[in-house]
């Protein structure tokens, strides 16, 4: 099992920053991937950012150039640097772990980002 603690939302300006952090625990050496996924009322769920164990990282194209993921794999910590807010990215956002072997998904527990214009 892996547990997920994801922090860092708020309220900001369009044009801000912030910083979201998600921290795992338990079964850590199983994971193979984390990222953050983001969520509207009403629609799905989609990916922002991931990063392998590797170091590879992927991005929406809606986010590129704003956004960075980093992982700290001693603190077991993942980061989402967020710059150029846009009221566009106001959601709630889940950090997410996928496991090794059978893809087990695992979810942080969600931090709302609203951004004002």
């Known amino acids: 099992q892996v547990r997920l603690v994801d922090s860092g939302g708020g309220l900001v300006q369009a044009g801000g920053s912030l910083r979201l952090s998600c921290a795992a625990s338990g079964s850590i050496f199983s994971i193979s991937a984390m990222g953050w996924y983001r969520q509207t009322p009403g629609k799905q769920r989609e990916l922002v950012a991931s990063i392998t164990s590797g170091g590879s990282t992927n991005y929406a194209d809606s986010v590129k150039g704003r956004f960075t993921i980093s992982r700290d794999n001693a603190e077991n910590t993942v980061y989402l640097q967020m710059n150029s807010l846009k009221p566009a990215d106001t959601a709630v956002y889940y950090c997410?772990?996928?496991?090794?072997?059978?893809?087990?998904?695992?979810w942080g527990q969600g931090t709302q980002v609203t951004v004002s214009s």
């Open positions: 997410n772990a996928v496991s090794t072997g059978v893809p087990i998904n695992y």
